[in-house]
Protein backbone atom coordinates (compact mmCIF):
# COMPACT_ATOMS: atom_id res chain seq x y z
CA UNK A 1 0.00 0.00 0.00
CA UNK A 2 1.41 3.34 -0.97
CA UNK A 3 1.60 5.97 1.78
CA UNK A 4 -0.95 8.34 1.76
CA UNK A 5 -0.92 12.20 3.11
CA UNK A 6 -3.77 14.51 5.09
CA UNK A 7 -4.78 17.77 4.43
CA UNK A 8 -7.09 19.38 6.04
CA UNK A 9 -9.17 23.17 6.79
CA UNK A 10 -9.82 23.20 10.31
CA UNK A 11 -11.92 26.19 10.81
CA UNK A 12 -13.94 27.94 13.61
CA UNK A 13 -17.19 25.54 12.74
CA UNK A 14 -15.68 22.52 11.35
CA UNK A 15 -12.64 20.26 10.48
CA UNK A 16 -12.48 18.79 7.03
CA UNK A 17 -10.14 16.22 6.34
CA UNK A 18 -9.04 14.59 3.24
CA UNK A 19 -7.12 11.91 2.53
CA UNK A 20 -4.86 11.55 -0.80
CA UNK A 21 -3.45 8.87 -2.70
CA UNK A 22 -1.20 9.68 -5.88
CA UNK A 23 -2.74 12.86 -5.84
CA UNK A 24 -6.25 11.78 -5.68
CA UNK A 25 -8.82 11.78 -2.74
CA UNK A 26 -9.87 8.79 -1.37
CA UNK A 27 -11.36 9.92 1.71
CA UNK A 28 -13.02 12.39 3.78
CA UNK A 29 -13.30 12.84 7.50
CA UNK A 30 -15.03 15.69 9.34
CA UNK A 31 -14.70 16.69 12.87
CA UNK A 32 -15.82 19.50 15.33
CA UNK A 33 -14.58 23.24 15.07
CA UNK A 34 -11.67 24.77 16.79
CA UNK A 35 -13.87 26.52 18.19
CA UNK A 36 -15.43 24.50 20.49
CA UNK A 37 -12.02 21.86 20.80
CA UNK A 38 -9.89 24.94 22.13
CA UNK A 39 -7.61 23.43 24.09
CA UNK A 40 -8.28 19.69 23.32
CA UNK A 41 -7.70 20.40 19.62
CA UNK A 42 -5.04 17.31 19.87
CA UNK A 43 -7.72 14.65 21.11
CA UNK A 44 -10.47 15.85 18.94
CA UNK A 45 -8.07 15.62 15.70
CA UNK A 46 -6.45 12.30 17.24
CA UNK A 47 -10.38 11.22 17.17
CA UNK A 48 -11.51 12.24 13.57
CA UNK A 49 -7.36 10.36 12.23
CA UNK A 50 -8.39 7.53 14.46
CA UNK A 51 -9.26 4.75 11.25
CA UNK A 52 -6.50 6.38 8.82
CA UNK A 53 -4.07 5.82 11.24
CA UNK A 54 -4.45 2.10 11.55
CA UNK A 55 -2.99 2.17 8.03
CA UNK A 56 0.55 3.67 9.68
CA UNK A 57 1.11 7.29 10.07
CA UNK A 58 0.61 9.66 7.19
CA UNK A 59 3.44 10.61 4.62
CA UNK A 60 2.79 14.19 5.62
CA UNK A 61 -0.05 16.27 7.60
CA UNK A 62 -0.73 19.76 6.71
CA UNK A 63 -3.37 22.06 8.12
CA UNK A 64 -4.93 25.60 7.46
CA UNK A 65 -7.45 27.95 9.14
CA UNK A 66 -8.29 28.93 12.66
CA UNK A 67 -6.11 25.80 13.82
CA UNK A 68 -3.26 27.87 14.30
CA UNK A 69 -5.27 31.34 16.00
CA UNK A 70 -4.49 31.86 19.68
CA UNK A 71 -7.12 29.70 20.67
CA UNK A 72 -6.47 26.85 18.53
CA UNK A 73 -3.89 23.85 18.78
CA UNK A 74 -0.72 25.42 18.17
CA UNK A 75 -0.40 29.23 17.37
CA UNK A 76 0.93 30.50 14.30
CA UNK A 77 2.56 33.80 13.69
CA UNK A 78 0.16 35.71 11.21
CA UNK A 79 2.33 36.53 7.46
CA UNK A 80 2.75 40.15 6.96
CA UNK A 81 1.63 41.17 3.38
CA UNK A 82 2.51 41.78 0.77
CA UNK A 83 3.43 37.80 0.79
CA UNK A 84 4.08 35.42 -1.83
CA UNK A 85 3.54 31.88 -1.45
CA UNK A 86 7.13 31.16 -0.09
CA UNK A 87 7.09 33.85 2.52
CA UNK A 88 3.47 32.20 3.54
CA UNK A 89 4.70 28.60 3.23
CA UNK A 90 7.75 29.55 5.63
CA UNK A 91 5.89 30.83 8.13
CA UNK A 92 4.38 27.59 8.86
CA UNK A 93 4.79 25.70 12.26
CA UNK A 94 6.48 22.34 11.56
CA UNK A 95 6.06 19.45 14.48
CA UNK A 96 6.37 15.49 14.43
CA UNK A 97 2.76 14.29 15.64
CA UNK A 98 2.81 10.59 16.00
CA UNK A 99 5.93 9.48 13.74
CA UNK A 100 4.17 11.87 11.03
CA UNK A 101 5.66 15.49 9.52
CA UNK A 102 2.90 17.51 10.65
CA UNK A 103 2.44 21.40 9.53
CA UNK A 104 -0.26 24.13 10.25
CA UNK A 105 0.08 27.01 7.83
CA UNK A 106 -0.01 30.77 8.96
CA UNK A 107 -2.17 33.45 8.60
CA UNK A 108 -1.95 36.38 6.64
CA UNK A 109 -1.81 40.05 8.55
CA UNK A 110 -1.93 43.52 6.46
CA UNK A 111 -2.77 47.23 7.21
CA UNK A 112 -5.05 48.96 4.99
CA UNK A 113 -3.14 52.28 3.58
CA UNK A 114 -5.58 54.06 6.19
CA UNK A 115 -3.53 51.84 9.15
CA UNK A 116 -6.64 49.77 9.56
CA UNK A 117 -5.01 46.07 10.42
CA UNK A 118 -6.96 43.24 8.79
CA UNK A 119 -6.03 39.31 9.38
CA UNK A 120 -7.56 36.07 7.57
CA UNK A 121 -6.66 32.20 8.55
CA UNK A 122 -7.83 29.60 5.39
CA UNK A 123 -8.54 31.53 3.12
CA UNK A 124 -4.70 32.41 2.29
CA UNK A 125 -4.68 28.95 1.40
CA UNK A 126 -7.50 29.25 -1.20
CA UNK A 127 -5.30 32.30 -2.67
CA UNK A 128 -2.18 30.60 -2.74
CA UNK A 129 -3.63 27.33 -4.53
CA UNK A 130 -5.58 29.97 -7.43
CA UNK A 131 -1.83 31.43 -7.62
CA UNK A 132 -0.49 27.89 -8.41
CA UNK A 133 -3.16 26.81 -10.73
CA UNK A 134 -3.11 29.29 -12.95
CA UNK A 135 -0.43 30.99 -14.26
CA UNK A 136 -2.11 34.18 -15.12
CA UNK A 137 -2.16 35.32 -11.79
CA UNK A 138 1.19 35.44 -11.03
CA UNK A 139 1.36 38.49 -13.65
CA UNK A 140 -0.90 41.63 -13.24
CA UNK A 141 -3.30 42.58 -10.38
CA UNK A 142 -6.48 40.88 -9.82
CA UNK A 143 -8.71 40.60 -7.06
CA UNK A 144 -9.96 37.54 -5.11
CA UNK A 145 -12.97 37.67 -3.27
CA UNK A 146 -13.99 34.38 -1.23
CA UNK A 147 -17.16 35.41 -0.13
CA UNK A 148 -19.22 33.89 3.04
CA UNK A 149 -19.89 35.18 6.47
CA UNK A 150 -16.63 37.63 6.32
CA UNK A 151 -15.55 38.25 3.22
CA UNK A 152 -11.94 38.72 2.12
CA UNK A 153 -11.04 40.46 -0.69
CA UNK A 154 -7.34 40.52 -1.71
CA UNK A 155 -5.49 42.13 -4.28
CA UNK A 156 -2.75 39.94 -6.03
CA UNK A 157 -0.39 41.77 -8.03
CA UNK A 158 2.52 39.76 -9.55
CA UNK A 159 1.42 36.99 -7.64
CA UNK A 160 1.77 38.23 -4.12
CA UNK A 161 -0.87 38.82 -2.01
CA UNK A 162 -0.43 42.65 -1.43
CA UNK A 163 -3.12 43.50 0.92
CA UNK A 164 -6.90 42.88 1.53
CA UNK A 165 -9.84 43.67 3.27
CA UNK A 166 -12.45 41.78 5.06
CA UNK A 167 -16.17 42.43 5.09
CA UNK A 168 -18.77 40.98 7.48
CA UNK A 169 -21.13 41.22 4.53
CA UNK A 170 -22.47 37.34 5.16
CA UNK A 171 -22.94 38.24 8.77
CA UNK A 172 -24.57 41.41 8.22
CA UNK A 173 -27.33 40.11 5.52
CA UNK A 174 -27.61 37.02 8.28
CA UNK A 175 -28.49 39.49 11.00
CA UNK A 176 -30.51 41.97 9.17
CA UNK A 177 -32.59 38.88 7.68
CA UNK A 178 -32.84 36.65 10.36
CA UNK A 179 -33.49 38.68 13.51
CA UNK A 180 -34.09 42.51 12.57
CA UNK A 181 -37.50 44.32 11.89
CA UNK A 182 -36.86 44.91 8.39
CA UNK A 183 -38.73 41.89 7.43
CA UNK A 184 -40.54 38.77 8.85
CA UNK A 185 -38.96 35.66 9.09
CA UNK A 186 -39.23 33.52 5.59
CA UNK A 187 -38.26 30.28 6.19
CA UNK A 188 -37.76 29.16 1.96
CA UNK A 189 -38.22 32.09 -0.27
CA UNK A 190 -39.97 31.99 -3.50
CA UNK A 191 -37.33 31.92 -5.68
CA UNK A 192 -38.45 34.02 -8.29
CA UNK A 193 -39.39 36.95 -5.80
CA UNK A 194 -35.95 36.63 -4.13
CA UNK A 195 -34.27 36.82 -7.73
CA UNK A 196 -36.87 40.44 -8.19
CA UNK A 197 -35.84 41.25 -4.60
CA UNK A 198 -31.95 40.61 -5.67
CA UNK A 199 -31.97 42.58 -8.11
CA UNK A 200 -33.72 45.45 -7.02
CA UNK A 201 -31.71 45.78 -4.32
CA UNK A 202 -28.35 45.68 -6.49
CA UNK A 203 -30.21 48.79 -8.54
CA UNK A 204 -30.75 50.25 -5.42
CA UNK A 205 -27.33 49.85 -4.44
CA UNK A 206 -26.48 52.26 -6.95
CA UNK A 207 -25.55 55.03 -5.06
CA UNK A 208 -23.39 53.36 -2.45
CA UNK A 209 -25.72 54.40 0.48
CA UNK A 210 -26.14 51.19 2.84
CA UNK A 211 -28.24 52.77 5.80
CA UNK A 212 -30.17 54.80 3.60
CA UNK A 213 -31.96 52.05 1.56
CA UNK A 214 -32.31 49.41 4.26
CA UNK A 215 -35.81 50.55 5.49
CA UNK A 216 -36.94 50.04 2.12
CA UNK A 217 -37.34 46.36 2.83
CA UNK A 218 -39.67 46.85 5.03
CA UNK A 219 -41.80 50.13 3.26
CA UNK A 220 -41.79 48.59 0.30
CA UNK A 221 -43.92 45.80 1.65
CA UNK A 222 -45.64 47.99 3.59
CA UNK A 223 -46.74 50.67 0.63
CA UNK A 224 -45.34 49.21 -2.41
CA UNK A 225 -47.30 45.49 -2.82
CA UNK A 226 -43.77 43.47 -2.55
CA UNK A 227 -44.13 40.35 -0.35
CA UNK A 228 -42.39 38.66 2.05
CA UNK A 229 -40.06 37.09 -0.16
CA UNK A 230 -39.29 39.29 -1.86
CA UNK A 231 -37.18 40.80 1.44
CA UNK A 232 -34.31 38.62 1.77
CA UNK A 233 -33.43 38.70 -1.86
CA UNK A 234 -33.61 42.76 -1.75
CA UNK A 235 -31.29 42.77 1.69
CA UNK A 236 -28.97 40.57 -0.07
CA UNK A 237 -28.83 42.66 -3.50
CA UNK A 238 -28.62 46.04 -1.94
CA UNK A 239 -25.67 44.94 0.63
CA UNK A 240 -23.87 42.97 -1.70
CA UNK A 241 -24.44 45.96 -4.06
CA UNK A 242 -22.80 48.62 -1.42
CA UNK A 243 -20.31 45.65 -0.65
CA UNK A 244 -18.62 46.34 -4.36
CA UNK A 245 -18.79 49.92 -4.49
CA UNK A 246 -17.03 50.40 -1.18
CA UNK A 247 -14.41 47.82 -2.49
CA UNK A 248 -13.93 49.94 -5.67
CA UNK A 249 -12.85 52.67 -3.88
CA UNK A 250 -11.29 50.92 -1.17
CA UNK A 251 -8.99 48.23 -3.22
CA UNK A 252 -8.77 50.19 -6.90
CA UNK A 253 -9.61 48.54 -10.30
CA UNK A 254 -7.72 45.12 -11.39
CA UNK A 255 -7.43 43.10 -14.13
CA UNK A 256 -9.84 40.87 -13.56
CA UNK A 257 -12.53 39.74 -10.53
CA UNK A 258 -11.99 35.51 -9.51
CA UNK A 259 -14.71 34.18 -6.87
CA UNK A 260 -14.17 31.28 -4.62
CA UNK A 261 -16.59 29.66 -2.66
CA UNK A 262 -19.60 28.01 -2.68
CA UNK A 263 -21.52 28.25 -6.11
CA UNK A 264 -24.82 29.83 -5.52
CA UNK A 265 -23.07 32.80 -3.44
CA UNK A 266 -20.66 33.47 -6.03
CA UNK A 267 -22.94 33.24 -8.78
CA UNK A 268 -24.93 36.05 -6.86
CA UNK A 269 -21.51 38.19 -6.14
CA UNK A 270 -21.21 37.47 -10.00
CA UNK A 271 -24.28 38.84 -11.30
CA UNK A 272 -23.75 41.90 -8.39
CA UNK A 273 -20.35 42.77 -10.30
CA UNK A 274 -21.76 42.22 -13.88
CA UNK A 275 -24.70 44.81 -12.52
CA UNK A 276 -21.20 47.39 -11.82
CA UNK A 277 -19.70 46.39 -15.23
CA UNK A 278 -17.14 43.71 -13.57
CA UNK A 279 -16.66 40.56 -15.24
CA UNK A 280 -15.68 37.47 -12.93
CA UNK A 281 -14.91 33.74 -12.94
CA UNK A 282 -15.59 31.49 -10.50
CA UNK A 283 -12.57 28.95 -9.12
CA UNK A 284 -12.65 25.38 -7.91
CA UNK A 285 -12.45 26.05 -3.58
CA UNK A 286 -11.85 22.26 -3.15
CA UNK A 287 -8.60 22.28 -5.99
CA UNK A 288 -7.69 25.68 -4.83
CA UNK A 289 -7.42 24.67 -1.30
CA UNK A 290 -5.12 21.26 -2.12
CA UNK A 291 -3.23 23.42 -4.41
CA UNK A 292 -2.19 25.65 -1.75
CA UNK A 293 -1.26 23.32 0.82
CA UNK A 294 1.11 22.26 -2.05
CA UNK A 295 -0.78 19.13 -3.67
CA UNK A 296 -2.02 19.74 -7.34
CA UNK A 297 -4.26 17.58 -8.66
CA UNK A 298 -2.90 14.89 -11.01
CA UNK B 1 -63.01 70.82 39.17
CA UNK B 2 -61.80 72.18 35.84
CA UNK B 3 -62.13 69.06 33.27
CA UNK B 4 -58.87 68.03 32.41
CA UNK B 5 -57.50 66.56 29.00
CA UNK B 6 -55.30 63.76 27.55
CA UNK B 7 -52.74 63.00 25.00
CA UNK B 8 -50.71 60.36 24.32
CA UNK B 9 -48.64 58.61 22.62
CA UNK B 10 -49.37 54.94 21.85
CA UNK B 11 -46.40 52.97 20.21
CA UNK B 12 -45.42 49.22 19.49
CA UNK B 13 -44.12 48.71 22.75
CA UNK B 14 -45.69 51.27 25.17
CA UNK B 15 -48.31 53.25 26.21
CA UNK B 16 -47.99 56.63 27.36
CA UNK B 17 -50.46 58.83 29.17
CA UNK B 18 -50.50 62.48 30.18
CA UNK B 19 -53.02 64.50 32.06
CA UNK B 20 -53.05 67.70 31.22
CA UNK B 21 -55.30 70.09 33.75
CA UNK B 22 -54.59 74.15 33.10
CA UNK B 23 -52.47 73.40 30.46
CA UNK B 24 -49.91 71.46 33.10
CA UNK B 25 -49.05 67.54 33.43
CA UNK B 26 -50.77 67.29 36.18
CA UNK B 27 -50.54 63.10 35.94
CA UNK B 28 -48.78 60.40 33.92
CA UNK B 29 -50.04 56.96 32.90
CA UNK B 30 -48.21 53.92 31.42
CA UNK B 31 -49.49 50.80 29.56
CA UNK B 32 -48.97 47.83 27.05
CA UNK B 33 -47.39 48.60 23.83
CA UNK B 34 -50.16 48.72 21.15
CA UNK B 35 -47.80 45.71 19.48
CA UNK B 36 -48.69 43.73 22.50
CA UNK B 37 -52.61 44.40 22.89
CA UNK B 38 -53.51 44.33 18.93
CA UNK B 39 -57.03 44.20 18.65
CA UNK B 40 -57.61 44.64 22.34
CA UNK B 41 -56.61 48.39 22.17
CA UNK B 42 -59.86 49.66 23.33
CA UNK B 43 -59.49 47.39 26.34
CA UNK B 44 -55.88 48.60 27.05
CA UNK B 45 -56.81 51.76 26.96
CA UNK B 46 -60.01 51.45 28.79
CA UNK B 47 -57.41 50.27 31.73
CA UNK B 48 -54.71 52.75 31.40
CA UNK B 49 -57.39 55.19 31.72
CA UNK B 50 -59.97 54.06 34.36
CA UNK B 51 -58.10 55.86 37.62
CA UNK B 52 -59.05 59.05 35.83
CA UNK B 53 -62.33 58.41 34.44
CA UNK B 54 -63.15 58.19 37.65
CA UNK B 55 -63.60 62.10 37.71
CA UNK B 56 -65.56 61.97 34.49
CA UNK B 57 -64.90 62.00 30.80
CA UNK B 58 -62.15 64.19 29.90
CA UNK B 59 -62.61 67.40 27.75
CA UNK B 60 -60.58 66.20 24.58
CA UNK B 61 -58.38 63.13 24.07
CA UNK B 62 -55.07 63.33 21.29
CA UNK B 63 -53.56 60.00 20.82
CA UNK B 64 -50.31 59.23 18.18
CA UNK B 65 -48.13 56.67 17.20
CA UNK B 66 -48.52 53.08 15.97
CA UNK B 67 -52.12 53.33 17.64
CA UNK B 68 -53.35 54.22 14.15
CA UNK B 69 -51.54 52.08 12.27
CA UNK B 70 -53.02 48.89 10.34
CA UNK B 71 -52.76 47.09 12.86
CA UNK B 72 -53.54 48.80 15.86
CA UNK B 73 -56.59 50.22 17.43
CA UNK B 74 -58.59 52.22 14.63
CA UNK B 75 -56.30 52.74 10.92
CA UNK B 76 -55.54 56.14 10.07
CA UNK B 77 -54.56 56.68 6.66
CA UNK B 78 -51.37 58.09 6.22
CA UNK B 79 -51.22 62.02 5.37
CA UNK B 80 -48.59 62.53 2.54
CA UNK B 81 -45.74 64.79 2.05
CA UNK B 82 -45.67 67.67 1.59
CA UNK B 83 -47.90 68.13 4.27
CA UNK B 84 -48.01 71.29 6.79
CA UNK B 85 -49.76 71.14 10.73
CA UNK B 86 -53.43 71.53 9.46
CA UNK B 87 -53.33 68.96 6.60
CA UNK B 88 -51.67 66.02 9.06
CA UNK B 89 -54.53 67.42 11.73
CA UNK B 90 -57.50 66.89 9.38
CA UNK B 91 -55.89 63.54 8.53
CA UNK B 92 -56.48 62.53 12.43
CA UNK B 93 -59.70 59.81 12.64
CA UNK B 94 -61.90 61.31 15.31
CA UNK B 95 -64.95 59.14 16.98
CA UNK B 96 -66.82 59.30 20.22
CA UNK B 97 -65.39 57.37 23.48
CA UNK B 98 -66.66 56.77 26.48
CA UNK B 99 -68.55 60.38 26.20
CA UNK B 100 -65.18 62.13 25.40
CA UNK B 101 -64.29 63.41 22.15
CA UNK B 102 -61.32 61.21 20.56
CA UNK B 103 -58.21 61.81 17.93
CA UNK B 104 -56.24 59.63 16.56
CA UNK B 105 -53.62 61.47 14.69
CA UNK B 106 -52.47 60.58 10.97
CA UNK B 107 -48.91 59.39 10.23
CA UNK B 108 -46.76 60.84 7.72
CA UNK B 109 -46.13 59.25 4.34
CA UNK B 110 -43.63 59.74 1.08
CA UNK B 111 -41.93 58.67 -1.44
CA UNK B 112 -37.98 59.64 -1.95
CA UNK B 113 -36.33 61.21 -4.99
CA UNK B 114 -35.38 57.46 -6.20
CA UNK B 115 -38.90 56.53 -5.73
CA UNK B 116 -38.73 54.88 -2.32
CA UNK B 117 -41.82 54.92 0.14
CA UNK B 118 -41.50 55.86 3.76
CA UNK B 119 -43.77 55.93 6.44
CA UNK B 120 -43.51 57.57 10.31
CA UNK B 121 -46.02 56.75 13.04
CA UNK B 122 -45.43 58.80 16.05
CA UNK B 123 -42.38 61.30 15.08
CA UNK B 124 -44.77 63.30 13.36
CA UNK B 125 -46.21 64.77 16.45
CA UNK B 126 -42.59 65.96 17.23
CA UNK B 127 -41.99 67.21 14.34
CA UNK B 128 -45.46 69.77 13.81
CA UNK B 129 -44.39 70.13 17.93
CA UNK B 130 -41.04 71.72 17.02
CA UNK B 131 -42.62 73.93 14.33
CA UNK B 132 -45.49 74.78 16.31
CA UNK B 133 -42.62 75.59 19.22
CA UNK B 134 -39.89 77.90 17.39
CA UNK B 135 -41.28 80.09 14.62
CA UNK B 136 -37.82 80.42 12.92
CA UNK B 137 -38.74 76.63 11.65
CA UNK B 138 -41.71 78.09 10.08
CA UNK B 139 -39.07 79.51 7.61
CA UNK B 140 -35.73 78.56 5.24
CA UNK B 141 -34.88 74.56 4.95
CA UNK B 142 -34.10 72.42 7.91
CA UNK B 143 -33.17 68.86 9.13
CA UNK B 144 -34.94 67.42 12.16
CA UNK B 145 -33.50 64.20 12.85
CA UNK B 146 -35.20 62.13 15.76
CA UNK B 147 -32.86 59.05 16.66
CA UNK B 148 -33.84 56.10 18.10
CA UNK B 149 -33.91 52.85 16.63
CA UNK B 150 -35.35 53.76 13.34
CA UNK B 151 -34.05 57.75 12.84
CA UNK B 152 -36.50 59.33 10.89
CA UNK B 153 -34.70 62.36 9.02
CA UNK B 154 -36.99 65.22 7.96
CA UNK B 155 -36.76 67.68 5.63
CA UNK B 156 -38.96 71.04 7.11
CA UNK B 157 -39.20 74.00 4.74
CA UNK B 158 -41.54 76.80 4.93
CA UNK B 159 -43.17 75.01 7.66
CA UNK B 160 -43.74 72.16 5.51
CA UNK B 161 -42.71 68.24 6.41
CA UNK B 162 -41.09 67.92 2.40
CA UNK B 163 -39.72 64.34 2.67
CA UNK B 164 -38.13 61.70 5.24
CA UNK B 165 -36.15 59.17 5.19
CA UNK B 166 -35.66 56.23 7.70
CA UNK B 167 -32.62 55.31 8.94
CA UNK B 168 -32.70 51.99 11.01
CA UNK B 169 -28.92 52.76 12.43
CA UNK B 170 -29.94 52.35 15.96
CA UNK B 171 -31.21 48.91 14.91
CA UNK B 172 -28.17 48.11 12.75
CA UNK B 173 -25.86 49.19 15.97
CA UNK B 174 -28.27 47.27 18.28
CA UNK B 175 -27.37 44.15 16.44
CA UNK B 176 -24.03 44.70 15.87
CA UNK B 177 -23.54 45.11 19.25
CA UNK B 178 -25.06 42.51 21.02
CA UNK B 179 -25.87 39.91 18.35
CA UNK B 180 -22.46 39.64 16.20
CA UNK B 181 -19.06 38.12 16.33
CA UNK B 182 -17.39 41.38 16.39
CA UNK B 183 -17.13 42.24 19.49
CA UNK B 184 -17.40 40.38 22.88
CA UNK B 185 -20.83 40.88 24.68
CA UNK B 186 -19.53 44.41 27.01
CA UNK B 187 -22.20 44.29 29.55
CA UNK B 188 -21.26 48.41 30.98
CA UNK B 189 -18.43 49.85 29.09
CA UNK B 190 -16.03 51.98 30.76
CA UNK B 191 -16.83 55.10 29.60
CA UNK B 192 -13.30 56.70 28.68
CA UNK B 193 -12.85 53.55 26.47
CA UNK B 194 -16.55 53.84 24.92
CA UNK B 195 -15.13 58.02 24.20
CA UNK B 196 -11.86 56.77 23.11
CA UNK B 197 -14.25 54.16 20.28
CA UNK B 198 -16.49 56.42 19.33
CA UNK B 199 -13.92 59.03 18.29
CA UNK B 200 -12.57 56.55 16.33
CA UNK B 201 -15.04 55.23 14.91
CA UNK B 202 -16.77 58.69 13.50
CA UNK B 203 -12.81 59.15 12.09
CA UNK B 204 -12.79 55.84 10.12
CA UNK B 205 -16.82 57.27 9.02
CA UNK B 206 -15.19 60.19 7.11
CA UNK B 207 -15.14 58.20 3.63
CA UNK B 208 -18.64 56.75 4.31
CA UNK B 209 -17.73 53.03 3.93
CA UNK B 210 -19.44 51.49 6.10
CA UNK B 211 -19.16 47.95 5.46
CA UNK B 212 -15.25 48.27 4.59
CA UNK B 213 -14.44 49.21 8.47
CA UNK B 214 -17.09 47.28 10.57
CA UNK B 215 -14.25 44.12 10.56
CA UNK B 216 -11.77 46.82 12.10
CA UNK B 217 -14.37 46.75 15.35
CA UNK B 218 -12.38 42.96 15.28
CA UNK B 219 -8.95 43.48 14.14
CA UNK B 220 -8.32 46.49 15.92
CA UNK B 221 -8.64 44.43 19.35
CA UNK B 222 -6.90 41.64 17.68
CA UNK B 223 -3.87 43.49 16.00
CA UNK B 224 -3.77 47.22 17.74
CA UNK B 225 -4.64 46.61 20.99
CA UNK B 226 -7.75 47.59 21.57
CA UNK B 227 -9.81 46.69 24.53
CA UNK B 228 -13.33 44.91 24.54
CA UNK B 229 -14.89 48.33 25.99
CA UNK B 230 -13.68 50.03 23.07
CA UNK B 231 -15.93 48.32 20.40
CA UNK B 232 -19.23 49.55 21.19
CA UNK B 233 -17.96 52.87 20.81
CA UNK B 234 -16.98 52.01 18.11
CA UNK B 235 -19.28 50.65 16.38
CA UNK B 236 -21.49 53.06 17.35
CA UNK B 237 -19.28 56.81 16.19
CA UNK B 238 -18.69 54.16 12.64
CA UNK B 239 -22.29 53.25 12.13
CA UNK B 240 -23.66 57.13 12.86
CA UNK B 241 -21.04 58.76 11.25
CA UNK B 242 -22.10 57.26 7.92
CA UNK B 243 -25.53 57.84 8.27
CA UNK B 244 -24.82 61.66 8.74
CA UNK B 245 -22.47 61.21 5.35
CA UNK B 246 -25.33 59.47 3.63
CA UNK B 247 -27.66 61.96 4.79
CA UNK B 248 -26.00 64.78 3.48
CA UNK B 249 -25.80 63.17 -0.11
CA UNK B 250 -29.33 61.99 0.25
CA UNK B 251 -30.93 64.96 1.65
CA UNK B 252 -28.81 67.76 0.82
CA UNK B 253 -27.85 71.12 2.92
CA UNK B 254 -29.76 72.73 5.46
CA UNK B 255 -30.17 75.91 7.39
CA UNK B 256 -29.56 73.85 10.81
CA UNK B 257 -30.11 70.65 12.19
CA UNK B 258 -32.51 69.77 15.36
CA UNK B 259 -32.46 66.89 17.42
CA UNK B 260 -35.43 65.55 19.06
CA UNK B 261 -35.10 62.07 21.96
CA UNK B 262 -33.23 60.77 24.72
CA UNK B 263 -30.16 63.49 25.55
CA UNK B 264 -27.31 60.96 25.39
CA UNK B 265 -28.36 60.06 22.08
CA UNK B 266 -29.04 62.83 20.88
CA UNK B 267 -25.55 63.87 22.54
CA UNK B 268 -23.46 61.98 20.36
CA UNK B 269 -25.34 63.25 17.40
CA UNK B 270 -24.71 66.44 17.49
CA UNK B 271 -20.96 64.80 18.49
CA UNK B 272 -21.13 63.23 15.15
CA UNK B 273 -22.70 66.11 13.55
CA UNK B 274 -19.65 68.66 14.31
CA UNK B 275 -17.22 66.48 13.74
CA UNK B 276 -18.66 67.02 9.83
CA UNK B 277 -18.97 70.53 10.49
CA UNK B 278 -22.55 70.59 11.01
CA UNK B 279 -23.60 72.49 13.78
CA UNK B 280 -27.26 71.01 15.86
CA UNK B 281 -29.01 71.90 18.63
CA UNK B 282 -31.35 69.59 20.60
CA UNK B 283 -35.10 69.97 21.59
CA UNK B 284 -36.95 68.78 24.37
CA UNK B 285 -38.94 65.87 22.94
CA UNK B 286 -41.68 66.11 25.82
CA UNK B 287 -42.25 69.63 24.83
CA UNK B 288 -42.44 69.16 21.35
CA UNK B 289 -45.07 66.11 21.56
CA UNK B 290 -47.65 68.22 23.38
CA UNK B 291 -47.41 70.94 20.93
CA UNK B 292 -47.84 68.64 18.81
CA UNK B 293 -50.85 67.44 19.78
CA UNK B 294 -52.08 71.03 20.09
CA UNK B 295 -51.34 71.69 23.77
CA UNK B 296 -48.80 74.51 23.97
CA UNK B 297 -47.13 74.51 27.51
CA UNK B 298 -48.36 77.97 29.95
Redesign the interface.
Known amino acids: MSRYVVIGDWGTSRLRLFRLEDGRITARREGPGIGTTGRDAEAAFADAMAPWLEDGAPADIRLCGMVGARDGWVEVPYADCPADADTWRAAAVRFDWRGAPLSIMAGL ?1 CTSD ?1 G ?4 MRGEETQIFGAIALDPALGRGRHLIVLPGT ?1 NKWSVVEEGRVISF ?5 G ?2 FA ?2 RD ?4 GPKVEEADPAQEAEGFAEGLA ?1 SG ?10 AR ?2 R ?3 GRPADWVPGYLSGL ?1 IG ?2 IA ?2 R ?2 LGSADDILLIGDARLSARYAQALAAQGLPSRMLDGDACSRAGLGYLEN
Chains 1, 2 share one sequence.
Do not use: K, N, Q, Y
Open positions: AEMPDVHRTMPTELLLRSTLRDGRLLSSLFASMLRAICEEISA
